[in-house]
């Protein structure tokens, strides 16, 4: 078993602490943020910043998905959405950049072994990318 791991950045005109402040509303700015991958999310408790816990489906492709139970920690350039039900986590970094802000976002797993195992690693890293991507261009849009 071999981690899978996939990564994304943009930089947004916005300071670090209105994305971080937008990344962070789990309860308003989240859903609104969210592509079509990510079904029945919901905000099991908390809501904005540290401590919320959250529940999805990620919808990667037509036949897999992922029960998402995640609990987030927040630090001043970082939300961190580590999934109960899961390996996988996912971080969002948020840098000073100019006059804006630069965020990456990671999401890893502890991926298969075996031949399906090198699919996973070959082609989810590629349409969790696409996920990322549509996720951060909506994150843009609204804090801009």
Excluded at 2 to 8: D, E, L, N
Excluded at 66 to 75: E, G, L, M
């Amino acid at each position: 078993m071999g981690q899978v791991s996939a990564t994304q950045s943009i930089d947004i005109a916005a300071t670090p602490d209105a994305v971080v402040g937008a990344l962070a509303d789990y309860n308003e700015a989240r859903p609104a943020i969210l592509p079509e991958q990510y079904r029945d999310y919901q905000v099991i408790s908390g809501g904005s910043g540290d401590g919320t816990l959250v529940h999805w489906i990620l919808q990667a492709t037509s036949k897999r998905q992922r029960d998402v139970k995640a609990t987030v920690t927040v630090t001043p350039d970082t939300i961190t959405e580590t999934d109960a039900n899961s390996s996988m986590v996912t971080t969002y970094t948020v840098k000073p950049s100019g006059s804006g802000s630069t965020v990456t976002t990671t999401t890893s797993w502890t991926g298969a072994t075996g031949i399906g195992g090198f699919f996973e690693r070959t082609f989810a890293p590629k349409g969790l990318n696409k996920i990322q991507a549509a996720l951060l261009a909506n994150l843009k849009a609204r804090v801009e």
